[in-house]
């Protein structure tokens, strides 16, 4: 059974390390994640999903800086394992939703172009692709920066 629940500081050292798995091309490092956790609660929000040993198997994070002002999803990773039982789709249901509360207008986020799953879920929830950024992952890795309008 999978299970969410706010992030806390003590899971920093599991993300990093799934981060060098999931995202091996541009992981976030302990100092990154560090940097984003001082925003918790004002301005950013990070979930983790635990399967039933309390194992962290997947996490998200989005940051609102200002009412009015669009949220940006920092980060969704799931551990390939648990890939296609919808924790994506719930992480990005309670990011929006937090950012809804945030009084957030719209949601943005970047994807890697390669990415097709993201890609895929992330057009199913009613996101739309507006720009590419070349090289945004590193050199030859580009991103989609996507949005979605937010209604509260």
Known sequence: MISYRAAIQLDLPVLVSMERV???DSPWSMGQFKEEFKGVP???????????EDQIIGYAGVLVVAPGVEADVLTVGVLPEYARQG???YFMGEVEKWAVAKEAPAM??????ENTAAI??????GYQNISTRKGYYG?????????KELTS
């Open 139 to 147: 050199p030859g890795l580009d991103a989609f920066v996507m949005r």
């Open 87 to 89: 924790v994506a789709t």
């Open 42 to 52: 004002n301005s950013r929000y990070f979930i983790v999903a635990t399967n039933s």
């Open 108 to 113: 943005m986020l970047e994807v890697g172009t």
């Open 22 to 24: 999931l995202f091996a």
């Open 120 to 125: 895929a879920l992330y057009k199913k929830l």
